[in-house]
């Protein structure tokens, strides 16, 4: 028989072990603040690029899941000739909003949620 010391260790090995596995990806979604329609292209250090095209103004788009790291988020705005850029690290289990932002020049910037 297993002594209750032992039954413990392995009751925390198994809980540790389940959360681990059930780590979700993280996922962005994006904020359109600004007056025109805006495409972002979201690249990650993985070598994946999600484009999310057409948001209209106001618009709050469904998240979309992309890997863990490095994300470049980039956005070609209707009538804008700057596109502008943010860098941030996504992690497991996170949500984040892009926000094209108002201003002159345009910006955008990361909210964790």
Excluded: H
């Amino acid at each position: 028989m297993m002594n209750r010391t032992t039954r413990y260790a392995l009751f925390a090995i198994l809980a540790i072990g389940l959360t681990a596995c059930s780590q979700e990806p993280p996922e962005i979604r994006i904020r359109n603040d600004r007056a025109t329609k805006a495409n972002l292209q979201l690249k990650t250090s993985g070598g994946s690029t999600v484009n999310i095209n057409d948001v209209a103004p106001g618009q709050l788009t469904n998240y979309q899941e992309v890997a863990e790291g490095r994300v470049e988020a980039t956005a070609s705005i209707q009538n804008e000739s700057v596109s502008p850029t943010t860098t941030f690290d996504a992690v497991k289990d996170e949500k984040y909003t892009v926000v094209v932002a108002t201003g002159n020049p345009p910006t955008l910037r990361v909210e964790k949620n």
